[in-house]
């Protein structure tokens, strides 16, 4: 499990690095989902995600839930508006993805091509 946050933790801290951002700890936990503490400045993730799917997912996840950090930093609270979707837009066009909703929630990830 060391292994995996230590992980997570290197690609959190490229992305805040991004931002000019402190560091956001990772809390890798036996939970069924994941969660952006913004006041308190770390997230939850849950250690199915790592087990059970695939490392798309798993980034996308990240990502997700580094956004909502991102935004409360901005604007005090989060959610999943026009806003937060570009941000994590953005964050995974970086790595090489793009990003379908449905909702609030991403319906696909897929791999962008040249």
């Given at each position: 499990?060391?292994?995996?946050?230590?992980?997570?933790?290197?690609i959190?801290?490229?992305?805040?690095?991004?931002?000019g951002?402190e560091?956001i700890p990772?809390?890798?936990k036996?939970?069924?989902?994941?969660r952006?503490?913004?006041?308190?400045?770390?997230?939850?993730?849950?250690?199915w995600?790592?087990?059970?799917?695939?490392?798309?997912?798993v980034?996308?996840?990240?990502?997700?839930?580094?956004s909502?950090i991102?935004?409360?930093?901005?604007?005090?609270?989060?959610?999943?508006?026009?806003y937060?979707?570009?941000?994590e837009?953005?964050?995974?066009?970086k790595f090489g993805?793009?990003i379908?909703?449905k909702k609030a929630?991403?319906r696909?990830i897929?791999?962008i091509?040249?």
């Amino acid at each position: 499990m060391e292994k995996q946050n230590k992980a997570l933790q290197q690609i959190t801290d490229e992305i805040t690095g991004m931002f000019g951002l402190e560091s956001i700890p990772i809390k890798l936990k036996d939970v069924s989902k994941g969660r952006a503490h913004g006041r308190k400045g770390y997230i939850v993730f849950p250690l199915w995600v790592i087990e059970q799917r695939e490392p798309e997912y798993v980034l996308y996840y990240l990502i997700h839930e580094i956004s909502h950090i991102i935004e409360y930093n901005r604007f005090g609270k989060t959610n999943h508006n026009e806003y937060f979707k570009k941000l994590e837009q953005a964050i995974l066009e970086k790595f090489g993805y793009g990003i379908k909703y449905k909702k609030a929630y991403a319906r696909e990830i897929y791999k962008i091509t040249d």
